[in-house]
């Protein structure tokens, strides 16, 4: 457990979310499984999980693994995007209505669409620009690893594509610009399992 526990806004610690997870979410915790906060973060911790175990059993053995500071570093960031943020207005036919998505809410569509490339992790995304302000030009920048043997270019565009059809989908940001930035290379994943 680290010294200093990192608190999500609903209350639950990182550690608590870390330790729920590993017992393969037993017994169930109603609060837990019912917070968004907190699904953000389970859904968070397993794909780092996954990366880590997918690593390690990628026999590229040529390769090396990933530094410590890299998986520190997308830990970092994925803390980092559990914080609730600025609050993104949300438009409504009715002018008594607010709704707001979070800033944390957004990156983890980020992460998650990112993701799910295949052979890509996504590292740290960040959102430029005012999002409190309706229709606002936004650049999203995002920093990724791609596993060794893919092409770069096809990698980083693919990412930029689902993230920009995402947000397109969820969001209504005036997103301008997604850059990708290739910042590490990775073992190839084994296959999937499709059975």
């Known amino acids: 457990m680290s010294a200093d526990p990192v608190v999500l806004d609903?209350?639950?610690t990182i550690d608590e979310i870390s330790d729920y997870l590993e017992s393969g979410r037993?017994?169930?915790d109603a609060e837990i499984e019912t917070c968004p906060e907190c699904l953000n973060a389970l859904d968070a911790l397993s794909r780092a999980g996954r990366?880590?175990?997918?690593?390690?059993?990628?026999d590229a053995a040529d390769l090396p693994e990933p530094s410590?500071?890299?998986f520190h570093g997308v830990m970092t960031a994925v803390r980092a995007e559990l914080r609730a943020g600025r609050s993104i207005p949300l438009s409504h036919p009715?002018?008594?209505?607010?709704?707001?998505?979070t800033e944390g809410a957004v990156q983890a569509l980020i992460r998650a669409s990112g993701d799910a490339i295949e052979g890509v992790y996504?590292?740290?995304?960040?959102i430029v620009g005012d999002v409190e302000v309706p229709d606002a030009p936004i650049e999203i920048d995002i920093t990724a690893s791609v596993a060794w043997g893919s092409s770069l270019p096809a990698a980083a565009g693919a990412v930029r594509r689902a993230v920009s059809e995402a947000l397109a989908q969820h969001t209504e940001l005036n997103v301008t610009a997604v850059d990708v930035t290739v910042e590490d290379l990775h073992r190839p994943?084994?296959?999937?399992?499709?059975?």
């Open 94 to 101: 009715d002018p008594r209505v607010s709704m707001t998505v």
């Open 189 to 195: 994943f084994p296959p999937k399992d499709t059975a």
């Open 51 to 58: 990366l880590s175990r997918e690593l390690i059993a990628a």
């Open 26 to 28: 037993a017994p169930y």
């Open 68 to 70: 410590e500071n890299w």
């Open 10 to 12: 609903c209350g639950k």
């Open 122 to 126: 996504i590292g740290h995304s960040r």
